[in-house]
């Protein structure tokens, strides 16, 4: 599963929150790379399409001694079709909360921004606990 460097730029501009900062603008990093390997919301999404997977390849196993070899081929391109946009539909749905998650930890520790952990050339808070806190 991934979120995209393009998805998550556009978060960066969602996520930021206009408040007066005291000694210059209060950036946050979130290393998505981290949420994606750590976070149970991730993981179990990952778990999901896994399971789904070895469903479909055991359910062509069986059906494999039994079928003509085209119409083997035609489940498995209808199979691949199903698992594609499972993926999407769960990236989809991680792309979001993820988002969610950055944009509620921005406002609460007065963020006016958050960039991508790697792609931020200066400092900044490192949010990315927090994140994987609300993504449980």
Request: glycine share 6%; proline share 2%.
């Amino acid at each position: 599963m991934s979120v995209s460097a393009s998805g998550f730029a556009a978060l960066v501009l969602t996520a930021a929150l206009l408040t007066s900062g005291c000694l210059g603008p209060r950036i946050g990093v979130v290393d998505t790379r981290r949420v994606l390997n750590e976070s149970v919301k991730a993981l179990r999404y990952q778990k999901q399409l896994d399971e789904r997977e070895k469903l479909m390849a055991a359910d062509l196993a069986l059906l494999t001694p039994r079928m003509r070899r085209e119409e083997i081929e035609a489940r498995r391109a209808l199979y691949l079709r199903e698992l594609q946009e499972m993926k999407r539909e769960l990236e989809t749905r991680l792309d979001r909360e993820l988002r969610e998650a950055v944009a509620q930890v921005a406002q609460q520790r007065r963020l006016q921004g958050v960039f991508v952990k790697g792609n931020t050339p200066l400092g900044g808070t490192d949010i990315t606990g927090e994140v994987l806190e609300k993504l449980k």
